[in-house]
């Protein structure tokens, strides 16, 4: 019995192509080869089989007696490769069971997020899964992604803790922002003189980029510290504190009046979001499947690491 390997349905690829085509002169552009090679390549499948596949010569090309029955044989074969890859491309693309995916707070009105989009993109598959999204501060997201609770989380994760794969997914434009209340709303002063007014002010910074709001500020004590945008954000509405907030959140108290963003040229900054995966353990595939979404529906980012 023959035993086929990959030359062989190559082999049989140009034997087809050939028939299909109505010889080897005819054959040469489809397969971009020489009517040498061709012929050579002809030489070897008919060894390979032993048999006399086709007459060629002056009075033309047509296919022997054996050489019928193996064009319908490869016809067949080459149907069933097809429906095989075409059966496995459906079985790669169906995921099934449940994907953990942790986020930090407040990323909704972020038009440059990437996770609407990704999730939209990810069920519209037909994927036979179940999403669970938990919502936390980073350094608890890290945890749990340690320790297997999230397959995956979304953030701020200035510090790269061993254990953890990083990748940049992209930017948060960030302000520096006041109540209405506060002494400064409404102030348009700029460079060293408001540097020393802001040196006076209470400053609220978000504990897991603490030191790199202060430095941006030159001040080297914060007033009150939270972990999460949200209680940022009351204490900034309040009037008795300053602080950097996402600017896409902060601009639904702008347009009502309730916030003011101080020096808005010199003073924004810009965030980094990264994806963390656990290091060292093979994805399982919902989460593979997810991480190429992610990388598609990103616009600054580039292909995300693999595990």
């Known amino acids: ?23 080897f002169s ?3 552009a489809a397969l971009n080869a020489g009517q040498s090679t061709i012929s050579e390549q002809m030489t070897h499948l008919e ?25 319908e044989a490869t016809q067949r074969l080459l149907s069933a490769v097809e429906t095989f890859c075409m059966d496995a491309d459906v079985l790669k693309q169906h995921i099934s069971g449940k994907l953990n995916l942790g986020i930090i707070d407040t990323t909704i009105t972020d038009p440059d997020s990437p996770i609407p989009r990704t999730t939209q993109r990810f069920v519209s598959r037909g994927h036979d899964v179940h999403l669970s999204v938990y919502v936390g501060e980073p350094a608890e997201l890290e ?37 209405r209340r506060h002494p400064l709303f409404g102030s348009t002063t700029e ?15 978000r504990g897991y980029m603490q030191q790199y709001d202060l430095e941006h500020l030159g001040v080297s004590k914060a007033a009150a510290t939270v972990d999460n945008i949200e209680a940022l954000a009351i204490l ?32 924004q900054l810009m965030s980094p979001f990264d994806v963390i995966t656990r290091r060292g353990t093979a994805a399982p595939p919902i989460l593979q499947a997810f991480l190429e979404d992610l990388a598609a529906c990103s616009r600054t980012a580039p292909a995300l690491k693999k595990q």
């Open 191 to 205: 460079g060293a003189e408001l540097l020393q007014e802001i040196s006076t002010s209470r400053i609220v910074v």
């Open 47 to 71: 060894t390979r089989l032993g048999v006399k596949l086709c007459q060629r010569g002056r009075s033309g090309f047509r296919l022997t007696e054996q050489g019928v029955a193996i064009h």
């Open 143 to 179: 945890e749990r992604v340690l320790d297997g609770r999230l397959h995956l989380a979304i953030g701020h994760f200035p510090i790269h803790v061993p254990g953890l794969l990083h990748s940049p997914l992209y930017q948060e434009a960030l302000g520096l922002y006041c109540g």
């Open 236 to 267: 900034i509405i309040s009037g008795a504190y300053l602080g950097f907030l996402p600017a896409h959140f902060a601009a639904q108290w702008i347009k009502t009046g309730e916030m003011h963003q101080l020096a808005p040229q010199s003073l």
């Open 26 to 28: 005819a054959a040469q």
């Open 1 to 23: 019995m023959i035993q086929l390997h990959d030359v062989d349905l190559k082999l049989l690829r140009v034997f087809a192509t050939i028939v299909r085509c109505g010889g």
